[in-house]
């Protein structure tokens, strides 16, 4: 064989490659982002591994999804029900649970991680599974505040790691923010951003800056809300009103913060001010702390700067 046929040779493989889309997905973590994903690529036409520690979280995960999915059945296919289930069974037949990290990889196109927002934790996982995923796998975190990159180190496929991050709840929302580091090749960019449009998602570009996009102007803004409490220039409620009512917002921040956890926004807020001391836009929040501490959470609790039913 000529070293030139060689060259050509390998030149196509190469770019045979690079043009496969993404197929076989794994997501670990099945908790609520996780099995929004999955059931959101299996609906796509993707098969899909999603892996947690316990048969019995999977085993929840994926009654959730079948749930969900008998929803969008009985909406999407009301005067044809055997349609429907013909549906569910179809999407639940690209759906398989593991608990084995290692051998959900191995045949991977796309990994997306989706656990608790732990940086160390996050570093031991992908540095596991690169050991285990094929060289052509992607890697992408569904982090909304640590730093790609942090995550991406502890692995050594840096152009082949992104971020994916995706909104709750996964099958309503329609925006994806992908994210790329520096280090993040464009071919492995835009087969994220050709995997988002296959999911029938909306995709963004981002850097790997604080929070991204949304996040980035979204925890300022409800921390900011909290601060003209702490002033005593309103309250929680008539600051809600006003935004919705004067500005055209769905819910108002402190709503907001109770939807999403006055812990995880507190999370969120330390990150950043121990990376960005000097921004006083990531300054901590007394009354956030305060709260937090005495277990007032959020929707999930049944009470933050609301009261709700759990």
């Known amino acids: 064989m000529s070293q030139s046929f060689r060259v050509l040779t390998r030149s196509f493989s190469s770019s045979a490659a690079r043009q496969a889309a993404i197929k076989n997905v794994t997501i670990i973590g099945g908790g609520l982002m996780g099995a929004g994903i999955a059931q959101v690529a299996a609906t796509t036409g993707h098969n899909v ?9 999977l ?14 059945a009985k909406k999407k296919f009301a005067e044809n029900p055997k349609d429907g289930e013909a549906f569910i069974s179809d999407v639940v037949g690209r759906l398989s649970v593991q608990t084995d990290a290692w051998e959900a ?27 285990a995923a094929p060289e052509k796998t992607i890697f992408t975190s569904n982090t909304s505040s640590i730093p790609i990159k942090e995550i991406a180190v502890s692995t050594s496929r840096l152009d082949r790691f992104g971020g994916l991050h995706y909104f709750n709840p996964v099958p309503m929302m329609k925006l994806l923010e992908v994210i790329r580091i520096p280090e993040t090749s464009d071919d492995t960019f835009n087969a994220l951003l050709a995997f988002g449009k296959a999911m029938g998602k909306v995709t963004v570009n981002c850097k790997d800056t604080p929070g991204f996009i949304v ?23 008539d600051v809600d009103t006003a935004m919705k009512l004067g500005a055209g917002y769905p819910m108002g921040p402190f709503e907001l913060t109770d939807y999403v956890g006055l812990d995880t926004c507190k999370f969120i807020l330390d990150g950043w001010h121990a990376k960005y001391p000097d921004h006083p836009l990531f300054e901590p929040s007394p009354l956030l702390n305060k709260y937090v501490a005495e277990g007032k959470l959020g929707n999930k609790v049944g009470e933050g700067f609301y009261k709700s039913k759990k």
């Open 105 to 131: 990889v191995k045949n991977a196109d796309l990994v997306t991680e989706a656990i608790v927002e732990n940086l160390d934790i996050k570093k031991q996982l992908f540095s596991q599974l690169d050991k």
């Open 215 to 237: 996040n980035r102007l979204l925890v300022p803004y409800m921390m900011e809300a909290v601060r003209m409490v702490e002033r005593g220039d309103a309250t929680p409620r």
């Open 49 to 57: 591994v999603i892996v947690d520690t316990s048969e019995d979280i």
């Open 59 to 72: 085993k929840k995960s994926k009654a959730s999804i079948e749930k969900s999915l008998q929803r969008v």
